[in-house]
Nanobody, 116 residues
């Protein structure tokens, strides 16, 4: 069982930066693909960024957001720069292990609000 706890959200002005962290209670080795998703009010949850053997980003955040992971700390980060009001959402961390015995874990989420 893996538990994920996000932190680092908050209120920031347009153009500002935030760094989100996702700490895992269990070991999330290289078998897990880690991801950040977000859900804005009235909208479906959408992929923001994932990191496995490589990284992938939603077109809307490319060049502004960077996902990274620290295996020693069992933590995944999302550095968000040049934030826009449309980035406002609850950001959720996901740990996905594909294949046989597929597993999927979600954190509770952290609110990011971009507003002047």
């Amino acid at each position: 069982q893996v538990q994920l706890v996000e932190s680092g959200g908050g209120l920031v002005q347009p153009g500002g930066s935030l760094r989100l962290s996702c700490a895992a209670s269990g070991s999330i080795g290289s078998r897990y693909v880690m991801g950040w998703y977000r859900q804005a009010p009235g909208k479906q949850r959408e992929l923001v960024a994932i990191i496995g053997l490589s990284t992938n980003y939603a077109d809307s955040v490319k060049g502004r957001f960077t996902i990274s992971r620290d295996y020693a700390k069992n933590t995944v980060y999302l550095q968000m720069n040049s934030l826009k009001p449309e980035d406002t959402a609850v950001y959720h961390c996901n740990a996905h292990m594909p294949g046989v015995g597929e597993r999927d874990y979600w954190g509770q989420g952290t609110q990011v609000t971009v507003s002047s």
